[in-house]
């Protein structure tokens, strides 16, 4: 039974391992995601909005040929 208990232990022990080490990596991700948006909104807000038109002509362009075709 000693045995059974210590097993239960390490598995258990384990589980939190992992289920910590997936939160520092949200918690890293959010941090630089919120450095990113500080710092790119106030620089790059205006190329970011061309970006965003030209797959806009792109996406209209393709309806268009899907149309010719059918």
């Keep these: 039974m000693g045995r059974l208990g210590a097993d239960a232990v390490q598995v258990n022990h384990r589980a939190e391992k ?3 080490k997936k ?3 949200s918690v890293a991700h959010l941090r630089a995601r919120k450095r ?7 620089d ?3 190329e ?3 970006g965003c038109q030209q797959k806009n ?3 209209s362009s ?3 040929e899907i149309g ?3």
């Design 48 to 50: 970011v909005g061309d």
């Design 36 to 42: 990113r948006e500080a710092e790119g909104t106030r």
């Design 68 to 70: 010719l075709s059918i």
């Design 57 to 59: 002509f792109d996406r």
């Design 62 to 64: 393709s309806d268009e």
């Design 44 to 46: 790059e807000f205006s």
């Design 18 to 20: 992992k289920k910590k």
């Design 23 to 25: 939160k520092k990596k």
